[in-house]
RNA sequence: GGUCCUGUGGCCGAGUGGCUAGGCAGAGCUCUGCAAAAGCUUCUACAGCGGUUCGAAUCCGCUCGGGACCUCCA
């Protein structure tokens, strides 16, 4: 049996995944910033940590999952006056700062929900934890690693490096950080540009704003993550998670200030999904190539020929490693898509059927491959989370699944045993762990009862030769998004579009 | 400019130095009242040039191309 073995960050290497308290795990993964609408791009983190989230818990550990809201503003552009980002839109909008956060939030749980995500066990605001966030600056004060400049609070980065490793994580050189070609505009307050700001003074028409041993101010880019991690996991937890564009300074960052606070370098392992491009480039508010989450289950963007459902962009993702890019078009979406439909309907078959093995395989080689294939799946996600590796595995075992369905291959090719176990493994690992669904799952029974007598009807005709009115159902229902399909047995089943 | 990643068949994507990844699309066939679905078969690649090696998509070097971070960002 292999073990699970994750990519840390801070290593650059797989790594054995053990946790710091035996049958315990502390998980942080920076949430959304719910100044907008979430995006594709905001897919990918949350579908990847939700699988290493099921499968932790699937491995029985009592796992902490904290995922944080950012619901107070950062800067839009350091060293410019102040912006908050969300009180600069909520006047453009004309909403309060909490409607619009909440608006956003909501539209970003609903999403989450779509996708099947499991809930984090908690998920903390940031403007919920001001409190805590001006205590651990207070802590950086008094340790000597920030300094006080015209109400703001900026960190010492220079002062830390001294000591500690500002870069470790993100491969980051020093001397570049500290050699600016050219000081910013504005920048003025700070004692060196690779200083980053823990606290800033708001200006008077900043809407976001808070009390503070400084003046009236907000909390900067990064202190809210630190502040929470360490109330809700420790000074110490297992896994630290995010995009990797979040790796500098964001995390960077994050490090620094929580080793100071708390005298040991905040996670175990850092991990972090790689973007998601669109024709090669990576998708983000600079680039103007942005896909909304609603727009994509509703196709109405222009550069989507159709809407694609949530369980698609799930699968889809899944079938990339969470350290590679992944590129959309929509040409790998419907390649995703059938795939997709194609994997689900031999998985759904297989589980309601009850198949007769034999005691011994009559097949023993085909025993052999099913019982490699469905061993594998295991060492798959264990190495890294190659959940590529396992959907691959999992289409392998379609055509072995059909061919049961179709009879080309009798039951009793396989052991009892081997059934037994191909089912009950594809069960946790397509529902459990990957966090697949069926999309038809959720119709209502009306329509289950009104198709069962349209598709009686069908077959009366087609008994009695009456192709035209067979026909006819069956294009009539394929014009609602219907499909029919006649099996080799006279049984016949329906997909909805 | 600095740091780093990357270049796989029509498209998307796995790949631990030696053995078929997988998906989608295409072609042929089987099944079928016709379809659809499914099954079977098939097409089949590792940017280029050198090097290391018995053997490289996999290691090294160079060239060319793409991208990320250095600034808000999942």
């Not at 899944?318 to 390649?335: P, V, W």
Request: proline residues 3%; negative net charge; hydrophobic residues 40%.
């Amino acid at each position: 049996m292999s073990q699970l073995k994750i990519f840390n960050t801070l290593t650059r290497e797989k790594e054995i995944f053990t946790p710091l308290l035996a049958g315990h795990v502390g998980m942080y993964v920076c949430g959304p910033t719910v100044s907008g609408e979430s995006h594709l791009g905001h897919a990918r983190p949350y579908i990847t940590f939700d699988v290493l989230y099921r499968y932790l818990l699937h491995l029985g550990y009592k796992v902490r999952y904290v995922r944080n809201i950012t619901d107070a503003g950062h800067f839009e552009e350091e060293g410019r006056e102040a912006e908050d980002k969300i009180a600069k839109k909520a006047v453009l909008e004309q909403l309060e700062p909490m409607e619009l956060v909440h608006k956003y939030t909501s539209l970003f749980h609903w999403a989450m929900q779509q996708f099947n995500t499991l809930q984090p066990s908690i998920e903390p605001t940031a403007t919920g934890h001001i409190v805590e966030q001006i205590g651990m600056i207070e802590q950086l004060i008094t340790a000597g690693y920030a300094y006080v400049v015209n109400g703001s609070v900026y960190f010492d980065v220079k002062k830390y490096a001294a000591s500690h490793d500002y870069g470790k994580l993100s491969g980051r050189v020093m001397e570049d950080l500290f050699e600016g070609t050219r000081e910013l505009e504005g920048q003025e307050e700070k004692r060196d540009r690779a200083d980053f700001a823990l606290w800033k003074q708001a200006a008077p028409e900043h809407i976001m704003r808070w009390k503070s041993p400084w003046g009236i101010g907000y909390p900067g880019w990064h202190i809210e993550c630190s502040a929470m991690a360490t109330k809700y996991l420790g000074a110490r937890f297992d896994i630290h998670g995010g995009g990797m564009d979040l790796q500098f300074p964001h995390h960077e960052s994050e490090i620094a200030q929580s080793t100071i606070c708390n005298h040991e370098s905040p996670a175990k392992y850092w991990m972090h999904n790689n973007m998601i491009t669109i024709n090669g480039r990576k998708m983000g508010k600079s680039y103007n190539n942005v896909i909304k989450l609603t727009e994509l289950f509703s196709g109405s963007h222009p550069i989507l020929e159709k809407a694609y459902s949530p369980m698609t962009v799930r699968f889809f993702i899944l079938q990339t490693q969470y350290r590679s890019t992944l590129d959309f078009s929509n040409e790998a979406l419907q390649a995703a898509e059938r795939g997709w439909k194609r994997l689900w309907e031999a998985y759904a078959w297989l589980q309601q059927e009850v198949l007769q093995g034999g005691a011994e395989a009559k097949d023993k080689i085909l025993d052999e491959k099913v019982n490699k294939l469905v061993d594998e799946l295991e060492d798959f996600i264990n190495d890294d989370l190659n959940t590529a590796k396992v959907l691959a595995n999992l289409f392998e075992l379609v055509p072995i699944i059909n061919g049961i369905k179709d009879k080309h291959i009798a039951a009793d090719a396989l052991r009892a045993g081997t059934i037994d176990k191909m089912k009950k493994r594809l069960k946790v690992f397509v529902e459990d762990i990957l966090g697949l669904m069926g999309e038809n799952a959720k119709e209502n029974k009306y329509l289950e009862g009104v198709m069962e007598l349209v598709m009686e009807l069908r077959k009366d005709a087609r008994r009695q030769k009456d192709f035209a009115t067979s026909d006819q159902i069956r294009n009539k229902l394929a014009a609602l998004g219907i499909q029919l399909k006649d099996e080799k047995d006279g049984g016949m089943s329906y997909t909805l579009e």
